[in-house]
C-alpha cells in the first residue's frame, strides 16, 4: 500500500525544516562532469586512488551515495561514500559503533572532517568523523521534541546559527508495512513490499530512504517509543541485509509511538491501521553540485 498523506508530509516536511543546509556559497571544487560521476558499486579500490584532500564543514545535502560539505569559508565539495568509508564518533553516541547506524546518522546540518581519497574528478570519502556533541544537538534538531530543545537550548541555537538556506525533499512514494499487536517481525508480505519498495527507489536518481515507525493508542507512551523504535529497526535491517538498500542512502530512523495516526484508535480496524512502519522515499531538490 503506498500512500502519501497529508500528515506525514508534515512530519517530514517538519523534520526537514529543522536540520538547515549552508547556501549562498561559492564553490572550491569543481563540479564533476557527467562524463566521470561514478557511482559507489563502481569505485576502485583504495590502493588504485591517489590522497585527496581534508574536507572540514557542516553536511548541506545528500543524494544517494554523495554527500556536500560546506565550509565556514563558502567552500562546497562533494564527496563520494561506499561501502569502505569509515564512519567514527567519540565515544560511540547513538549506537555509533555500528557502521550502518552511524551511515545512517549522516544528515544535514552535521560538521564533520573528511579525509577523502581521490580517483578521476571524484573524491571518495576514506574516513568521515565528527563530534558527540555536534551529533547530538544535530540529532535533537532532527528528531527534536520541545523537551529536548528546552534542555539543551543554548547547543541548539548555536549549531543553528552555523547553518544557512534549507533544503527540503520530495516525497516520491510511501509505503506502510503493518504489524500485529505489541509485535515488531515482519510478515513475508510486508518483507515482500519492503524489497520492492528499495527497488523502486533504487530506480530514482539521489533517492534516500526515511523510516518511521508508529504503534496504536494502547499502552503506555514509553512501552509504546520503544515498541516503536524496534519496528523501524526492524525494518531498516531488513531492507539493508535482504533488500540490499545502502546504509548511506537511508536517514535515521525514528519511532513516533502513537503519533500521527493514520485511522481512529478506537476500533480494531483503525488501530491495526496505526501499527505501521512507514518507508519514505525521498529526493533532495535544489541542491547544487550533487
Not at 89 to 110: E, I, V
Not at 214 to 233: C, F, H, I, V
Request: proline share 3%; with cysteine; net charge negative.
Amino acid at each position: 500500500m503506498k500512500s502519501v498523506s497529508m500528515t506525514s508530509k508534515a512530519l517530514l516536511l517538519a523534520a526537514t525544516l529543522a536540520v538547515p543546509a549552508t547556501g549562498a556559497f561559492a564553490q572550491v571544487n569543481d563540479r564533476p562532469s557527467e562524463s566521470v560521476l561514478v557511482q559507489a558499486d563502481r569505485l576502485p579500490s583504495r590502493d588504485q586512488m591517489t590522497a585527496g584532500p581534508e574536507v572540514e564543514g557542516i553536511i548541506s545535502a545528500r543524494a544517494g551515495d554523495r554527500m556536500q560539505v560546506t565550509a565556514s569559508d563558502g567552500t562546497r565539495t562533494v564527496v563520494t561514500i561506499d561501502d569502505e568509508t569509515e564512519i567514527k564518533s567519540k565515544g560511540g553516541f547513538l549506537g555509533l559503533s555500528s557502521k550502518d547506524r552511524a551511515a545512517s546518522s549522516l544528515f544535514n546540518g552535521l560538521p564533520v572532517k573528511v579525509k577523502t581519497m581521490q580517483y578521476a574528478n571524484v573524491l571518495v570519502a576514506d574516513e568521515i568523523r565528527f563530534s558527540n556533541d555536534d551529533l547530538e544537538t544535530a540529532a535533537m534538531i532532527f528528531n527534536g521534541t520541545d523537551q529536548r530543545f528546552a534542555q539543551n537550548e543554548a547547543a541548539t541555537e548555536a549549531l543553528r546559527g552555523r547553518m544557512g538556506d534549507i533544503d527540503q525533499y520530495n516525497i516520491k512514494s510511501t509505503t506502510n508495512v503493518y504489524f500485529d499487536t505489541g509485535r515488531w517481525n515482519l510478515s513475508p508480505e510486508a518483507q515482500n513490499e519492503l524489497c520492492s519498495a528499495a527497488s523502486q527507489a533504487e530506480s530514482m536518481d539521489n533517492a534516500l530512504l526515511l523510516v518511521v515507525g508508529y504503534t496504536d493508542a494502547d499502552g503506555s507512551q514509553d512501552y509504546n517509543q520503544e515498541l516503536s523504535e524496534k519496528r523501524a529497526g526492524r525494518v531498516v535491517n531488513y531492507l539493508q541485509q535482504a533488500c540490499g538498500w545502502k546504509p548511506y542512502r537511508m536517514l535515521t530512523p525514528t519511532g513516533m509511538s502513537e503519533a500521527d495516526p493514520a485511522a481512529d484508535n478506537e476500533t480494531e480496524y483503525g488501530k491495526a491501521q496505526n501499527r505501521r512502519v512507514a518507508v519514505n522515499v525521498l529526493v533532495s531538490k535544489g541542491l547544487d553540485g550533487l
